[in-house]
Structures are given as C-alpha cells and as structure tokens.
C-alpha cells in the first residue's frame, strides 16, 4: 500500500470517529422489520427520457398538475405537464434572480410558493406561484468541501427545514430558517429525509443512516417527526442497510424510497411497517434514484441521476 493509500484511509477514520451518537435517547423503541409483506402492487416505467431536457436531475415536485425537476447540470428548473410533455424551462446559470448555481431541492408550502435551494449559491429563494422572484435565504452551512444539502420542507408557518449530507458532527443537524430570517439548529448527528403531511402540517423525518455511541456506523435507520422544532423519535427501521433516500406523506400513510434496496415501503404515522409496494433489482447499475414525489393517483415520480430519466411508479 502506498503512502497515499495510507493517508487516504487515516483521513476517512478521523472523520468517521470524529462523529458523536445521536442525541435522541429512546433506547426502548422497537425495531421494525421490513420487506415481510412485498406485494409489489406497484410497477415502474420510464416517464421522461434523458433527452427531454433533462441534465442531471435532482430534486422532483408534483403540483397542481405539472412537473417539475430540478436539473443540477444545467442549472434550470424544468416544467412538464401530467403526461410528461415539456412544456418550459425556468431559470439560467449565476446569481442573480432567478439564477442558480447547482440547484439541488424543490419544495412548496400550503400557498403555493415555490422554495428553490442550490448549493453553488448557497440559498434558498422564493418564488410566487407564478415563478415571481419573492426573496432568498442564505443557508451557512453549505460548504463544498465536506456539506451538501440532502433534502428541505417548508411547513404552514414558512419556516424551511433543510436536512445535510456531512461527515462533520456539527453539522449533521436541521436547519430551520424562519420567515424573518431566524436561524435554528436542532438534533445532532442528523443525516436524513424529511416529508410533509399535508393534512395535519407534520414533518416526518428518516435517518439515511445511524452510529452507535462509539460512532460506529450501524447501517440502521430510524423514523422521528419534528414538533414544534423538536425533532423525536417514533421507531427504529430495520436492522439492516436500509438507506432511506426520500419520503412522502398521504392519506396518513408513509411512503419511503430505500436507494439502499430500491424499495418502496409504507409506514403509518406510528411509525408501523405495512408493505412493500415495489421492490427492484438492489444490483441494478441502471437505477440511481434520490427523490421522490407523488401525484394526486398516488402514483410515484422518481428522479434517475444515473441515466437522466425521471421514472413513474404506477399501480399494477
């Protein structure tokens, strides 16, 4: 091994002891097992394909019947209709507004405002439902070397949760950016997803990944909601490498995509494993798939990096 090798994995190590346990203490919480009921009500079919505008896809929302994806490589956001048909682009390269520079997340609150969040700019700006510029946010905690933004929700008050993908303890936690501008930290070693109940205004929560109290990763996930900026935990997820990757919330039921598995699994809102909608090909080197939105048919859009293809999840 050469010295390079050497300092490469010394690097890694510190960074990975570096990270403290979590901080939410309920020791007691079962763990829930899941893939023991895989039904596989649901099939998946390619939606867009990678020549439709598409450039490294990212963050994906379904509203009021439109499309919409956010294209990282391009620095746009892309408007298609219901039946996938391009309809516009939104946005260019730089700063200003209107601007982006690696967009990565797309949200939208009760209102119909729509939250864009880049990490070459390092903000989230709003925008009317007419895509108006409204304002922006600074987020300090991106940084290029070692923090990346890995999801965001918007509840009915406008406060915006931005979640981390970090090595770096301090800032593996929640964000949450008021309306007047106030920043709030809360949790700790806080690496995961987050959705909205639109029915009751809750914010669900799925760690992408946990450490034990020596800091050693475990594979294990867990699912928490966040109440009045306090964020608890409801039940542990499997005991395996699960891998969370995007959620959302209807009908009081859970949908979690596993990019781990490539899973589509339910929970309801206790937390209760109840089926495995889908479940694909964990060896495919095809599926790449981070985000995820539903549609009023409860028909799932998944954003595919590696092939730029949005997918669709559809009942069999």
């Not at 979640?163 to 593996?172: C, E, G, I, P, Y």
């Not at 929560?205 to 450490?211: F, K, S």
Request: proline share 2%; aromatic share 12%; with cysteine.
């Amino acid at each position: 091994m050469n010295n390079l090798a050497r300092l490469k994995i010394i690097t890694i190590s510190i960074l990975l002891l570096s990270l403290t346990s979590c901080s939410l203490k309920e020791d007691n919480l079962e763990t829930i097992k899941t893939g023991t009921n895989v039904t596989n009500r649901y099939d998946k079919k390619v939606f867009i394909e990678g020549n439709n505008h598409l450039d490294n896809p990212a963050g994906i929302l379904y509203t009021n019947s439109m499309l919409y994806v956010v294209n990282k490589g391009s620095d746009t956001i892309g408007q298609y209709d219901s039946n996938g048909t391009f309809l516009k682009e939104i946005g260019k390269t730089g700063n200003g507004e209107c601007e982006f520079i690696s967009p990565v997340l797309i949200v939208t609150d009760p209102e119909g405002n729509f939250y864009i969040a880049e990490e070459g700019n390092a903000r989230v700006q709003v925008f009317n439902k007419n895509f108006e510029y409204v304002k922006e946010y600074p987020i300090k905690q991106v940084d290029k070397f070692d923090c990346d933004l890995l999801d965001m929700e918007v509840d009915a008050d406008k406060n915006i949760y931005l979640s981390f993908r970090t090595l770096k303890s301090k800032k593996a936690r929640i964000l949450i950016i008021e309306e007047n501008g106030t920043n709030k930290l809360i949790g700790n070693d806080l690496n995961g997803i987050m959705g909205r109940d639109l029915q009751n205004d809750q914010i669900y929560y799925a760690q992408t990944y946990d450490y034990d109290k020596n800091s050693i990763y475990t594979g294990q996930s867990f699912l928490a909601k966040i109440t009045d900026k306090k964020i608890s935990k409801i039940e542990k997820l499997n005991s395996g490498h699960y891998g969370p990757s995007d959620l959302v919330v209807r009908d009081d039921i859970i949908y979690i995509f596993s990019c781990a598995t490539h899973q589509v699994e339910t929970f309801n809102l206790d937390g209760e494993y109840l089926e495995t909608l889908y479940k694909g090909d964990v060896y495919d080197p095809k599926l790449d798939f981070y985000y995820i939105t539903m549609n009023e048919d409860e028909e799932i859009y998944a954003s595919n990096q590696k092939d730029n293809e949005i997918y669709i999840f559809t009942k069999q």
